[in-house]
């Protein structure tokens, strides 16, 4: 037990180690060579609250070799109709058994093999692109011949002790990890907006319709095929979190059920598959997909360290496991506080730090939920702000 938990945990903190320095000064995309031809795909289902303004925000990144376009999907409101009154190519898809961004995705694509472009930038409906990102994107997958994923970061709309909290989970997640791995030379997962592919990379995906987290998947299974993912700090996307509690707690439990359940599906497989070819890419995403959300992960650890000692004081069990798990506990909390003072302290004061135990036990029904089987199985849309 004390030795499933030790390995995760070092890979947390050497990915949280690595990729805590500050960043280099970011480099624009530049050259004199023409960029690729591309397309951002834009899934959308019931988005009228924020397609226009994210549409009018992607409208800065087309030019003559970059196009739109929006896969209105199962949509029962004006989404399709703001969406072409914005100016973009719009399809529709209608198919209420099939619901979700893996289909949507499944759609678009078959709806570009007509023409297909040499690169497809995958954006989120509710997302912001910082001002060339989606030209870096399009440049790097397209030198690579890589699937390249922006750091994607999820903000809260206003501050306060979970969203506080859950920002830094998402800034150590998102950024912090990937650059870690970045720095390494390894590969990293896909996170769900800002994805980048080339066209002959991405019609080798397998279908990913029914899944949580069906960017995470699409991954790893590319990684499989022979194109792991590359993170791109350079590129930024942003969105915000629902305002609403309910909605919040909707979106986390869909993230995290589908989290565990890859990792718990695809984690030591990949591992054994990197052992067992050699593979370092391969190995490394298994190892970092290993580690689970934070609170999950803090919570685990403390159990542990607990557990093992009532076997020292009580069980005479010897001190090992004991000083092992709490070094661990002690290593993760350091590096989260290290990533938090050098990239975090913009967006959660330290009086929210206080606030971590009990956000922990906050999402305690969520994981005993999964525990208990009770899983989330399929996909639901998340309830926009009016």
């Known amino acids: 037990?004390?030795?499933?938990?030790?390995?995760?945990?070092?890979?947390?903190?050497?990915?949280?180690?690595?990729?805590?320095?500050?960043?280099?000064?970011?480099?624009?995309?530049?050259?004199?060579?023409?960029?690729?031809?591309?397309?951002?795909?834009?899934?959308?289902?019931?988005?009228?609250?924020?397609?226009?303004?994210?549409?009018d925000n992607l409208r800065g990144e087309l030019d003559e070799q970059t196009s739109l376009l929006v896969v209105a999907d199962n949509c029962e409101d004006d989404t399709p109709a703001l969406a072409e009154g914005a100016g973009a190519r719009v399809v529709r898809r209608v198919d209420p058994s099939r619901r979700g961004k893996g289909y949507a995705i499944e759609f678009g694509l078959a709806e570009l093999a007509k023409d297909p472009p040499e690169i497809v930038v995958i954006v989120d409906a509710d997302c912001r692109v910082e001002k060339g990102s989606i030209r870096i994107l399009a440049e790097r997958a397209h030198s690579t011949g890589r699937p390249v994923q922006a750091e994607y970061l999820i903000?809260?709309?206003?501050?306060?002790?979970?969203?506080?909290?859950?920002?830094?989970?998402?800034?150590?997640?998102?950024?912090?990890?990937?650059?870690?791995?970045?720095?390494l030379g390894l590969p990293t997962q896909l996170t769900g907006s800002g994805m980048a592919f080339p066209w002959d990379v991405i019609r080798k995906a397998p279908a990913m319709g029914a899944y949580l987290v069906e960017d995470m998947l699409m991954g790893l299974e590319l990684a499989r095929l022979g194109s792991p993912p590359l993170f791109c700090p350079e590129a930024r996307v942003k969105s915000e979190l629902p305002l609403r509690d309910q909605a919040q707690s909707g979106q986390r439990r869909r993230w995290e059920h589908g989290h565990l359940a890859t990792l718990i599906a695809h984690g030591p497989r990949l591992v054994r598959d990197g052992v067992l070819r050699g593979d370092l890419s391969l190995l490394a995403l298994g190892l970092d997909l290993l580690v689970p959300p934070l609170s999950l992960f803090v919570l685990g650890l403390t159990v542990v360290v607990g557990l093992n000692a009532l076997a020292t004081l009580v069980g005479g069990l010897g001190a090992g496991p004991l000083v092992l798990s709490f070094g661990a506990l002690v290593a993760v909390g350091a590096s989260v506080l290290g990533a938090w003072l050098t990239q975090g302290r913009e967006l959660v004061p330290l009086r929210y730090a206080l606030l971590v135990p009990g956000y922990v036990l906050w999402k305690l029904p969520l994981y005993l939920a999964f525990a208990a089987r009770r899983k989330q199985a399929t996909w639901e849309q998340t309830e926009r702000s009016p």
């Open 1 to 55: 037990m004390t030795a499933l938990c030790c390995v995760p945990a070092a890979t947390f903190v050497a990915e949280v180690l690595i990729g805590t320095p500050p960043r280099r000064r970011r480099v624009t995309a530049r050259g004199a060579a023409a960029s690729p031809r591309t397309v951002i795909l834009v899934p959308a289902h019931n988005e009228r609250s924020v397609i226009v303004g994210t549409l």
């Open 155 to 183: 903000l809260p709309p206003r501050l306060e002790p979970r969203t506080a909290v859950n920002a830094v989970a998402f800034l150590i997640k998102n950024r912090v990890r990937p650059l870690g791995l970045l720095r």
